[in-house]
């Protein structure tokens, strides 16, 4: 079957970096995504992968390693409005995204 | 850019009515569009995925006869949820996909809170 696993909480300091890993196992793969999601809004597209590396936007950068099944979303210089819901999806050989169960971020002062 | 629209944000019913909710995008063609639920503190849930012009597909174990999806244009695609309960309250969101775009990514909607009394 397909299956996307991420960390379901992780709690961090204002200030910091934080790295949320994600592992997948899909039939096909035509990219990763990550998406951060405020309580009670849509998610909003942060970064995609589909080459083996890491991808730098700003304060955020995505990773991805094809053979390992793996990638992480490295966040940097924390804020409190980061502190919200980030999702791993996988877009498999049907073009259908596989989603995370979503990683919960806490900011703490 | 790639802007998409949903209608309404909130919305309360009795039980046994039907709602209906709209996805628009705003500038771009939506070849294709998804209807997610989402249940509190879970992840996005696929219902659907509808082509314009042609029928929708269903994910298993979500019933056509009770969410009706009509992608009847480029730019439009509805949900009906016929006959609510309360067990459909949830957080309905849409998204949908330019195939113009390099990568297949999905714009979302801002999603429609569904409360059913």
């Known amino acids: 079957g397909q299956n996307i696993d991420q960390p379901t909480e992780m709690t961090a300091t204002e200030g910091a970096i934080v790295q949320i890993n994600c592992t997948y196992q899909t039939s096909g793969f035509n990219g990763l995504f990550w998406y951060q999601q405020h309580a009670g809004e849509a998610p909003t597209f942060l970064s995609y992968?589909?080459l083996d590396g890491l991808e730098e936007k700003g304060r955020f950068s995505s990773f991805l390693s094809r053979s390992k099944g793996y990638s992480y979303l490295l966040l940097k210089e924390l804020q409190m409005k980061d502190s919200a819901s980030y999702l791993c999806?996988?877009?498999?050989?049907?073009?259908?995204?596989?989603w995370g169960a979503g990683t919960k971020l806490i900011i703490k002062p | 850019g790639a802007v998409v629209s949903q209608h309404p944000s909130r919305v309360i019913c009795k039980s046994g009515t039907s709602v209906k909710i709209e996805c628009r995008s705003l500038d771009f063609q939506a070849t294709t569009m998804f209807w997610y639920r989402q249940f509190p503190k879970k992840s996005l849930m696929l219902m659907a995925t509808?082509?314009?012009?042609?029928?929708?597909?269903?994910e298993q174990g979500v019933e056509k006869d009770k969410f009706l999806i009509n992608h009847a244009s480029l730019t439009l695609s509805t949900l009906t949820v016929t006959s609510a309960h309360p067990e459909d309250s949830s957080f309905y969101i849409c998204s949908a996909r330019d195939l113009a775009l390099s990568y297949n990514e999905q714009f979302f909607g801002p999603g429609t809170r569904l409360t059913v009394l």
């Open positions: 992968n589909v």
């Open positions: 509808s082509n314009e012009g042609s029928k929708a597909t269903y």
């Open positions: 999806a996988v877009m498999d050989s049907n073009y259908q995204l596989i």
